[in-house]
Protein backbone atom coordinates (compact mmCIF):
# COMPACT_ATOMS: atom_id res chain seq x y z
CA UNK A 1 0.00 0.00 0.00
CA UNK A 2 1.18 3.71 -0.72
CA UNK A 3 0.64 5.47 2.35
CA UNK A 4 1.32 9.37 2.76
CA UNK A 5 1.94 10.99 5.80
CA UNK A 6 1.76 14.56 6.12
CA UNK A 7 3.46 16.45 9.26
CA UNK A 8 4.41 19.84 10.22
CA UNK A 9 6.70 18.36 12.88
CA UNK A 10 10.17 16.94 11.43
CA UNK A 11 13.92 16.58 11.51
CA UNK A 12 16.19 18.22 12.32
CA UNK A 13 13.31 18.69 15.25
CA UNK A 14 14.27 16.32 18.28
CA UNK A 15 10.75 15.60 20.14
CA UNK A 16 8.49 12.63 20.40
CA UNK A 17 6.04 13.16 17.40
CA UNK A 18 9.45 13.17 15.19
CA UNK A 19 10.77 9.90 17.03
CA UNK A 20 7.01 8.57 16.42
CA UNK A 21 6.94 9.64 12.89
CA UNK A 22 10.30 8.30 12.43
CA UNK A 23 9.72 4.68 14.04
CA UNK A 24 6.21 4.25 12.06
CA UNK A 25 7.60 4.53 8.81
CA UNK A 26 10.81 2.50 9.02
CA UNK A 27 8.60 0.22 10.74
CA UNK A 28 5.71 0.52 7.63
CA UNK A 29 8.32 -0.20 5.19
CA UNK A 30 9.72 -3.32 6.76
CA UNK A 31 6.03 -4.41 6.33
CA UNK A 32 6.00 -4.03 2.49
CA UNK A 33 4.67 -0.47 2.33
CA UNK A 34 5.13 2.42 -0.02
CA UNK A 35 5.68 5.70 2.71
CA UNK A 36 5.88 8.95 0.87
CA UNK A 37 6.28 12.00 3.51
CA UNK A 38 5.20 15.77 2.87
CA UNK A 39 7.53 18.05 5.54
CA UNK A 40 8.36 21.60 6.39
CA UNK A 41 12.18 20.03 4.47
CA UNK A 42 9.82 21.05 0.75
CA UNK A 43 8.70 24.46 1.72
CA UNK A 44 9.61 27.67 2.42
CA UNK A 45 8.99 28.00 6.54
CA UNK A 46 9.18 30.83 8.76
CA UNK A 47 10.03 30.01 13.19
CA UNK A 48 6.94 29.44 15.46
CA UNK A 49 6.27 32.86 17.66
CA UNK A 50 6.94 31.66 21.49
CA UNK A 51 9.36 28.51 20.03
CA UNK A 52 11.57 29.39 16.94
CA UNK A 53 12.92 25.42 16.68
CA UNK A 54 9.65 25.00 15.06
CA UNK A 55 9.28 25.97 11.66
CA UNK A 56 6.07 27.06 10.07
CA UNK A 57 5.46 26.19 6.41
CA UNK A 58 4.26 29.57 4.36
CA UNK A 59 1.11 29.42 2.21
CA UNK A 60 1.44 25.31 1.36
CA UNK A 61 -1.28 24.86 -0.09
CA UNK A 62 -0.75 25.06 -4.15
CA UNK A 63 2.38 22.64 -3.18
CA UNK A 64 0.48 20.18 -1.04
CA UNK A 65 -2.41 19.80 -3.52
CA UNK A 66 0.29 19.28 -6.22
CA UNK A 67 2.04 16.48 -4.45
CA UNK A 68 -0.73 14.76 -2.90
CA UNK A 69 -2.17 14.56 -6.60
CA UNK A 70 1.48 13.61 -7.96
CA UNK A 71 1.49 10.37 -5.18
CA UNK A 72 -2.05 9.44 -5.62
CA UNK A 73 -1.31 7.44 -2.33
CA UNK A 74 -3.54 5.05 -1.16
CA UNK A 75 -4.20 6.16 2.43
CA UNK A 76 -3.49 9.69 3.94
CA UNK A 77 -2.73 10.12 7.62
CA UNK A 78 -2.51 13.96 8.50
CA UNK A 79 0.11 13.74 11.63
CA UNK A 80 -0.44 17.38 13.10
CA UNK A 81 -2.78 20.23 12.87
CA UNK A 82 -0.24 23.01 11.32
CA UNK A 83 0.19 24.43 7.93
CA UNK A 84 0.64 21.54 6.03
CA UNK A 85 -1.92 19.29 8.01
CA UNK A 86 -4.16 22.17 7.38
CA UNK A 87 -3.58 22.26 3.78
CA UNK A 88 -3.74 18.45 3.04
CA UNK A 89 -7.01 18.33 4.91
CA UNK A 90 -8.35 21.13 2.96
CA UNK A 91 -7.39 19.10 -0.27
CA UNK A 92 -8.93 15.59 1.06
CA UNK A 93 -12.33 17.23 1.89
CA UNK A 94 -12.38 19.36 -1.76
CA UNK A 95 -11.81 15.81 -3.07
CA UNK A 96 -13.69 13.36 -0.87
CA UNK A 97 -10.58 11.22 0.22
CA UNK A 98 -10.27 9.46 3.39
CA UNK A 99 -7.77 10.50 5.65
CA UNK A 100 -7.35 9.91 9.16
CA UNK A 101 -5.28 12.44 11.84
CA UNK A 102 -3.13 11.80 15.23
CA UNK A 103 -3.50 13.75 18.69
CA UNK A 104 0.04 14.05 19.43
CA UNK A 105 0.06 17.34 21.44
CA UNK A 106 -2.06 19.01 23.87
CA UNK A 107 -1.70 22.19 21.80
CA UNK A 108 -4.92 23.61 23.61
CA UNK A 109 -2.93 23.39 26.91
CA UNK A 110 0.72 24.59 25.32
CA UNK A 111 -1.36 27.47 24.06
CA UNK A 112 -3.08 28.35 27.48
CA UNK A 113 0.35 28.56 28.78
CA UNK A 114 1.80 30.87 26.39
CA UNK A 115 -1.18 33.15 26.08
CA UNK A 116 -4.06 32.28 28.05
CA UNK A 117 -6.55 31.74 25.25
CA UNK A 118 -9.34 29.95 26.95
CA UNK A 119 -9.14 26.35 26.10
CA UNK A 120 -12.33 25.98 25.10
CA UNK A 121 -11.99 27.77 21.98
CA UNK A 122 -8.74 25.80 21.16
CA UNK A 123 -10.37 22.65 21.86
CA UNK A 124 -13.61 23.83 19.49
CA UNK A 125 -10.79 24.28 16.62
CA UNK A 126 -9.08 21.17 17.46
CA UNK A 127 -12.52 19.07 17.34
CA UNK A 128 -13.42 20.86 14.14
CA UNK A 129 -9.86 19.82 12.97
CA UNK A 130 -9.75 16.14 13.72
CA UNK A 131 -13.36 15.20 13.26
CA UNK A 132 -13.64 15.70 9.46
CA UNK A 133 -11.11 12.66 9.05
CA UNK A 134 -12.00 8.90 9.14
CA UNK A 135 -9.86 8.48 12.85
CA UNK A 136 -8.37 9.96 15.59
CA UNK A 137 -5.19 8.13 16.55
CA UNK A 138 -4.52 8.94 20.24
CA UNK A 139 -1.60 7.16 22.05
CA UNK A 140 -3.36 6.54 25.53
CA UNK A 141 -6.98 5.53 27.30
CA UNK A 142 -6.63 8.50 29.22
CA UNK A 143 -6.44 10.79 26.53
CA UNK A 144 -9.16 8.89 23.93
CA UNK A 145 -11.58 9.69 27.50
CA UNK A 146 -10.37 13.42 27.58
CA UNK A 147 -11.25 14.28 23.67
CA UNK A 148 -14.66 11.84 23.52
CA UNK A 149 -15.47 13.97 26.74
CA UNK A 150 -14.64 17.13 24.88
CA UNK A 151 -16.69 16.04 21.85
CA UNK A 152 -14.24 14.30 19.43
CA UNK A 153 -15.35 11.20 17.99
CA UNK A 154 -13.97 8.16 15.62
CA UNK A 155 -11.19 8.35 18.83
CA UNK A 156 -8.95 5.34 18.69
CA UNK A 157 -5.61 3.62 20.12
CA UNK A 158 -2.44 3.86 18.57
CA UNK A 159 0.08 3.46 21.07
CA UNK A 160 4.09 3.83 20.95
CA UNK A 161 7.30 1.68 21.25
CA UNK A 162 10.63 2.24 22.49
CA UNK A 163 14.09 0.69 20.94
CA UNK A 164 15.06 -1.66 23.51
CA UNK A 165 18.18 -2.31 21.44
CA UNK A 166 19.59 1.24 22.03
CA UNK A 167 18.12 1.98 25.74
CA UNK A 168 19.17 -0.64 27.62
CA UNK A 169 21.07 -1.30 30.97
CA UNK A 170 24.89 -0.87 30.66
CA UNK A 171 27.52 0.99 31.94
CA UNK A 172 26.47 3.84 34.36
CA UNK A 173 29.56 6.39 34.35
CA UNK A 174 28.11 9.50 32.61
CA UNK A 175 27.04 11.05 35.38
CA UNK A 176 29.99 10.37 37.82
CA UNK A 177 31.18 13.85 38.28
CA UNK A 178 28.12 15.00 40.33
CA UNK A 179 27.05 13.61 43.41
CA UNK A 180 24.58 10.37 44.11
CA UNK A 181 21.51 9.86 43.98
CA UNK A 182 20.94 11.72 40.15
CA UNK A 183 17.94 13.02 39.68
CA UNK A 184 17.55 13.68 35.70
CA UNK A 185 14.96 15.01 33.26
CA UNK A 186 15.40 14.81 29.72
CA UNK A 187 13.50 16.41 26.71
CA UNK A 188 12.48 20.23 25.89
CA UNK A 189 13.18 22.87 28.00
CA UNK A 190 10.01 24.91 27.68
CA UNK A 191 7.09 26.35 30.13
CA UNK A 192 4.77 23.70 28.93
CA UNK A 193 6.59 20.64 30.64
CA UNK A 194 6.52 22.01 33.82
CA UNK A 195 10.13 21.80 34.41
CA UNK A 196 10.83 24.38 37.19
CA UNK A 197 8.14 21.75 39.32
CA UNK A 198 11.35 19.95 39.69
CA UNK A 199 14.30 21.99 39.80
CA UNK A 200 12.66 23.89 42.75
CA UNK A 201 12.55 20.72 44.26
CA UNK A 202 14.73 20.05 47.99
CA UNK A 203 16.11 17.02 46.85
CA UNK A 204 19.25 15.08 47.70
CA UNK A 205 22.52 14.38 45.30
CA UNK A 206 22.00 16.23 41.92
CA UNK A 207 19.45 17.44 39.44
CA UNK A 208 20.76 17.10 36.01
CA UNK A 209 18.55 18.56 32.92
CA UNK A 210 19.51 17.22 29.09
CA UNK A 211 17.78 19.02 26.19
CA UNK A 212 17.44 22.73 24.80
CA UNK A 213 14.27 25.11 24.39
CA UNK A 214 13.29 28.69 25.06
CA UNK A 215 13.35 28.50 28.79
CA UNK A 216 16.96 26.97 29.04
CA UNK A 217 19.06 30.72 29.72
CA UNK A 218 16.63 31.54 32.31
CA UNK A 219 16.96 28.24 33.98
CA UNK A 220 20.55 28.67 33.62
CA UNK A 221 20.48 31.92 35.09
CA UNK A 222 17.90 30.95 38.17
CA UNK A 223 19.32 27.31 38.69
CA UNK A 224 23.08 27.63 38.75
CA UNK A 225 23.53 24.58 41.18
CA UNK A 226 21.70 22.04 38.38
CA UNK A 227 23.52 20.81 35.35
CA UNK A 228 22.50 21.35 32.31
CA UNK A 229 24.18 19.14 29.36
CA UNK A 230 23.04 20.37 26.40
CA UNK A 231 21.52 17.84 23.58
CA UNK A 232 23.01 14.56 22.68
CA UNK A 233 22.24 11.97 19.75
CA UNK A 234 19.95 9.24 21.08
CA UNK A 235 23.13 6.81 21.61
CA UNK A 236 24.26 9.54 24.33
CA UNK A 237 21.09 9.91 25.35
CA UNK A 238 20.94 6.29 26.67
CA UNK A 239 24.19 6.62 28.44
CA UNK A 240 22.32 9.38 30.41
CA UNK A 241 19.35 7.52 31.18
CA UNK A 242 21.38 4.68 32.62
CA UNK A 243 23.70 6.88 34.69
CA UNK A 244 20.32 8.10 36.50
CA UNK A 245 19.31 6.90 39.75
CA UNK A 246 15.53 8.60 39.24
CA UNK A 247 13.92 10.19 35.56
CA UNK A 248 11.76 12.67 36.41
CA UNK A 249 8.76 13.57 34.46
CA UNK A 250 7.46 16.90 35.69
CA UNK A 251 5.04 17.70 32.75
CA UNK A 252 1.17 17.90 33.19
CA UNK A 253 0.08 18.34 29.90
CA UNK A 254 2.24 15.34 27.15
CA UNK A 255 -0.49 13.11 25.72
CA UNK A 256 2.38 9.69 26.26
CA UNK A 257 6.20 10.86 26.80
CA UNK A 258 8.57 8.32 25.21
CA UNK A 259 11.65 9.85 27.17
CA UNK A 260 9.30 7.25 30.06
CA UNK A 261 9.75 4.50 27.88
CA UNK A 262 13.28 5.51 27.33
CA UNK A 263 14.08 5.64 30.63
CA UNK A 264 12.28 2.46 31.82
CA UNK A 265 13.86 0.63 29.01
CA UNK A 266 17.91 1.38 30.34
CA UNK A 267 16.16 0.30 34.13
CA UNK A 268 15.83 3.62 35.29
CA UNK A 269 12.55 4.44 37.84
CA UNK A 270 10.66 6.99 36.87
CA UNK A 271 9.05 9.97 39.12
CA UNK A 272 6.29 11.87 37.44
CA UNK A 273 2.28 12.90 38.21
CA UNK A 274 -0.33 11.20 38.26
CA UNK A 275 -1.64 12.58 34.91
CA UNK A 276 -2.30 10.85 31.37
CA UNK A 277 0.82 9.80 29.90
CA UNK A 278 2.74 8.72 33.44
CA UNK A 279 -0.68 7.25 34.51
CA UNK A 280 -0.82 4.63 30.99
CA UNK A 281 2.22 4.00 30.55
CA UNK A 282 3.74 3.58 34.02
CA UNK A 283 0.87 3.12 36.53
CA UNK A 284 0.98 0.63 38.68
CA UNK A 285 3.47 -1.34 37.03
CA UNK A 286 6.17 -0.88 39.65
CA UNK A 287 8.40 0.65 37.13
CA UNK A 288 7.80 4.25 39.17
CA UNK A 289 6.06 6.04 41.21
CA UNK A 290 3.30 8.86 40.74
CA UNK A 291 2.25 11.06 43.16
CA UNK A 292 0.72 14.54 43.55
CA UNK A 293 4.01 15.59 45.74
CA UNK A 294 6.84 15.00 43.25
CA UNK A 295 9.82 15.11 45.91
CA UNK A 296 8.03 12.21 47.71
CA UNK A 297 7.58 10.23 43.77
CA UNK A 298 11.58 10.73 43.41
CA UNK A 299 12.74 9.48 46.86
CA UNK A 300 10.21 6.74 46.39
CA UNK A 301 11.24 5.90 43.12
CA UNK A 302 14.84 5.06 44.32
CA UNK A 303 13.66 2.00 46.13
CA UNK A 304 12.59 0.05 42.97
CA UNK A 305 14.16 -2.69 41.34
CA UNK A 306 16.06 -2.15 38.06
CA UNK A 307 15.68 -5.00 36.54
CA UNK A 308 11.78 -4.67 37.19
CA UNK A 309 11.58 -1.80 35.18
CA UNK A 310 13.75 -2.44 32.22
CA UNK A 311 11.18 -5.91 32.88
CA UNK A 312 8.09 -3.58 32.18
CA UNK A 313 9.43 -1.59 29.33
CA UNK A 314 10.12 -4.81 27.23
CA UNK A 315 6.42 -4.92 26.66
CA UNK A 316 6.30 -2.47 24.53
CA UNK A 317 7.99 -2.53 20.26
CA UNK A 318 7.73 -0.40 17.85
CA UNK A 319 6.39 -3.21 15.64
CA UNK A 320 4.02 -3.69 17.73
CA UNK A 321 2.82 0.32 17.53
CA UNK A 322 2.66 0.48 14.07
CA UNK A 323 0.30 -2.39 13.79
CA UNK A 324 -1.59 -0.68 15.28
CA UNK A 325 -1.21 2.58 13.07
CA UNK A 326 -1.43 0.11 10.02
CA UNK A 327 -4.76 -1.21 11.07
CA UNK A 328 -6.93 2.04 11.62
CA UNK A 329 -5.71 3.87 8.26
CA UNK A 330 -8.22 4.00 5.93
CA UNK A 331 -7.81 3.57 2.22
CA UNK A 332 -9.12 5.39 -0.65
CA UNK A 333 -11.34 3.42 -3.04
CA UNK A 334 -9.30 2.18 -6.20
CA UNK A 335 -11.14 4.53 -8.35
CA UNK A 336 -10.66 7.37 -6.28
CA UNK A 337 -6.78 6.69 -6.48
CA UNK A 338 -7.14 6.46 -10.42
CA UNK A 339 -8.43 9.34 -10.42
CA UNK A 340 -5.98 10.84 -8.75
CA UNK A 341 -3.02 8.84 -11.33
CA UNK A 342 -5.08 10.32 -13.99
CA UNK A 343 -3.97 13.73 -12.83
CA UNK A 344 -0.71 13.59 -13.33
CA UNK A 345 -0.32 10.58 -16.24
Keep these: MRILIVTDAWQPQVNGVVRTLTETCRELTAFGHQVEMITPLEFHTLPCPTYPDIRLSILPYRQVAQRIAA ?15 LAARRYCLRHKLLFTTAYHTRFPEYIAARTRLPLSISYAWMRRFHNAG ?26 RGVDIGMFSPGERDRLEESRAPRFVYIGRVAVEKNIEAFLKLDL ?58 EAMACGTPVAAYPVAGPRDVVGHSGAG ?30 AAATRQFERHLHPNQPAQVARLEAQTG
Excluded: N
Design 204 to 261: PGSKWVVGDGPLLSRLQREYPEVHFAGVFPQPELARFYRAADVFVFPSLTDTFGLVLL
Design 289 to 318: VLHDDLRHACLEALKLDREHVRTVAEQYSW
Design 134 to 159: AATMVPTQSIADDLRARGFDKVVLWS
Design 71 to 85: LAPHAIHIATEGPLG
